[in-house]
């Protein structure tokens, strides 16, 4: 079964900073792959979709990569800001099912 | 607006009883999506629904139950004998059954 792990759990960096999310699955056989942000007691917002052809997609301030034979992706967030603060969701379409890790809990410092 | 519309936001249910959380959605979507996130795990799929008059179960179906009469809405009944149901549940859909997946504001519901 299709396994999603996201590292770190949590993460504190200063406004401006640069900064990496992690994401890795255990099987490459995959649709696409979505990350969501969340804010607290609120439902998900996609961000950013990758095929499973595409090694990555931009969309300003964020780009995500995906590497599917080695079952990893990031999520790159230039120049953070306080607004950026959120847990961030990998999830990955196998077969009829989104599988997600667990999140990393992002907080942007002003 | 385009989007998904889950109510109610919050909702408390006595010991023994059935509730019904619902998702409406004007996206045109044929696929529609219930999941349960619980606090330090991710997102568990319960149901889903490829098409109008179709649903089928997902990892955690016990102890709930699903209808798809019209492609706009796909409630959820979380009957009695679901043992746990307190938890964040959330609805999504998305154009076909493996395209980009959009996601409710979500349904706290509280045993009490």
């Known amino acids: 079964k299709q396994e999603v792990t996201q590292i770190p759990a949590a993460l504190s960096v200063p406004e401006g900073e640069n900064l990496v999310l992690n994401c890795s699955f255990t099987d490459s056989a995959i649709y696409n792959l979505q990350w969501f942000r969340q804010d607290p007691g609120k439902g998900l917002t996609s961000l950013l979709l990758?095929?499973?052809?595409?090694r990555e997609q931009t969309s300003g301030r964020l780009n995500a990569s995906l590497d599917k034979s080695s079952g990893r992706s990031t999520l790159y967030i230039a120049a953070s800001q306080p607004g950026d603060s959120a847990t961030y969701l990998c999830?990955?379409?196998?077969?009829?099912?989104?599988?997600f890790g667990t999140g990393t809990r992002l907080t942007v410092i002003p | 607006d385009g989007g998904i519309t889950q109510s109610p936001k919050y909702l408390f249910r006595k010991e023994g009883q059935n509730v019904t959380l619902s998702c409406e959605q004007n996206l045109n979507h044929d696929a529609m999506y219930w999941y349960r996130q619980d606090p330090g795990q991710g997102l568990r799929l319960i149901y889903y629904s490829q098409i109008v008059n179709d649903f089928q179960k997902g990892d955690i179906a016990e102890g709930y139950s699903v209808s798809r009469e019209k492609k706009e809405s796909f409630p959820l009944t979380v009957t009695s004998a679901q043992k746990n149901p307190t938890a964040f549940y959330l609805c999504?859909?998305?154009?076909?059954?493996?395209?980009?997946?959009?996601f409710g504001q979500g349904t706290r519901l509280t045993v009490v």
């Open positions: 990758i095929q499973s052809s595409q």
């Open positions: 999504a859909s998305s154009a076909k059954l493996n395209t980009e997946a959009f």
């Open positions: 999830a990955v379409r196998a077969t009829n099912n989104l599988f």
